[in-house]
């Protein structure tokens, strides 16, 4: 029972699915403990034809055949059998396909015809090969980017709250005002390169913590938060320095438990019911999450490496703790912990116009060479001799 129920928690309940003709949402079955489609319904979007032979269903999808025995969980494909986690079944008359075929099985087998987006649950069928030839978009000049890309930035803290007040800022600054002067840097610096930004505040106001990530909806690719570092008062207060980049995870060290503590504290701002570690607990137990912490995390490297090559800090590396904000984007997503306030020398930089500016620039490098990165794995996996991830 506990295991059914947990298996339920890890499921999608509906894939999209985007054709040039339309899309189409088709909700997930999971009445056998394995997520299922209603062959009926994918036939819409998909274009896809069923055969039911006694218990030999015949599917045809872009004029290719998969062979299905009802009960049997397995499919062949051009001569050879795969496995599957289920077996189709038969429910109220319709022929039920499991889930795993139409999103590993399928855009394996026909890479240049559909992708799946674990982030999204979606499948996108891409136009055939020809169409692509003709209409494959020029790079954009100054990135090299061809695809449409959104980015949200999230300043953080704001409003009532201040952030951390540090020791070492210019005298009324606090980390809400470096967040957002470099925030505000960020996305313009962005916009500048060809991309999309959201910036969650673009004032000094309060943004629940729960409510960030909401920003990073179906057109966004990644999440950026921003943040300034501060030591508790003792020996190494004033003398730890530099930048560090977070992706979410359980927290490994003391320093990244404190870190995490730090900026979760938002939540003491902030009307929301999330405190109980809702969304952490929800995204912690997601199928998708292997795929979302390696690209957080290669996110967070190329990030990490160019902030670390502009500061005057030192280079602390790439980070893991369980940040609230970070939890619930469900996209690639970091947490730039941009120096410390407590320290002279990061103080200086980061409340300096320069500094605040070096940093921008330096994230939206990070954040551009990933997003190449990305481009090029696309490409690959949907080019004639590729392979799917
Ligand atoms: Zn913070």
């Given at each position: 029972m506990m295991v059914l129920m947990m298996l339920a928690a890890l499921l999608p309940q509906q894939v999209l699915i985007a054709t040039s003709r339309g899309q189409a949402s088709i909700p997930v079955a999971n009445e056998t403990g394995t997520a299922a489609v209603a062959a009926v319904l994918l036939a819409?979007?998909?274009?896809l034809t069923v055969s039911l032979d006694g218990a030999a269903a015949h599917v045809t999808l872009n004029n290719r055949v998969f062979d299905f025995d009802v009960g049997s969980p397995f499919f062949r494909f051009d001569g050879a059998a795969y496995p599957l986690v289920g077996a189709p079944y038969i429910a109220r008359d319709t022929l039920f396909l499991p889930l795993h075929w139409l999103a590993d099985h399928v855009p394996r087998l026909l890479p240049d015809r559909y992708r799946w987006n674990p982030w999204l649950a979606r499948l996108d069928e891409r136009p055939s090969p020809a169409a692509t030839a003709a209409a494959a978009p020029t790079p954009n000049?100054?990135?090299?980017?061809r695809l449409a890309h959104t980015i949200v930035v999230d300043p953080g803290h704001g409003g009532i709250d201040p952030g951390n007040p540090g020791l070492?800022?210019?005298?009324?600054?606090?980390e809400k005002d470096i967040t957002l002067g470099i925030g505000k840097l960020l996305g313009a610096e962005l916009v500048r390169r060809g991309l999309n930004v959201v910036l969650?505040?673009?004032?000094?106001t309060l943004i629940d913590l729960a409510s960030?990530?909401?920003?990073?909806?179906?057109?966004?690719?990644l999440f950026v938060s921003i943040h300034v570092n501060a030591m508790p008062a003792g020996r190494r207060q004033t003398q730890v320095n530099g930048v560090e980049t977070y992706f979410v995870?359980?927290?490994?060290t003391e320093d990244q438990k404190r870190v995490a503590q730090m900026e979760n504290?938002?939540?003491?701002?902030?009307?929301?019911?999330?405190?109980?570690g809702g969304p952490l607990g929800f995204i912690l137990n997601d199928l998708q999450l292997n795929e979302y912490l390696r690209e957080s995390a290669r996110l967070a490297e190329l990030v990490q490496g160019k902030v670390a090559g502009v500061h005057?800090?030192?280079?602390r590396g790439v980070q893991q703790g369980p940040f609230l904000v970070l939890a619930a984007?469900?996209?690639p997503s970091i947490l730039v912990?941009?120096?410390?306030?407590?320290?002279r020398n990061d103080g200086a930089f980061l409340g300096s116009a320069s500094g605040q500016r070096k940093i921008a620039m330096a994230i939206a490098d990070g954040i551009v060479a990933y997003l190449l990165e990305f481009e090029r794995k696309i490409a690959g996996a949907g080019g004639a001799g590729g392979h799917a991830r």
């Open positions: 819409q979007p998909l274009g000049p100054i990135t090299g980017l070492t800022l210019p005298r009324g600054v606090t969650t505040r673009a004032t000094d960030r990530p909401l920003f990073c909806r179906a057109d966004c690719d995870s359980d927290a490994k504290d938002a939540l003491r701002f902030s009307n929301s019911a999330a405190a109980d005057p800090g030192e280079d984007a469900r996209r912990e941009t120096g410390f306030a407590t320290n």
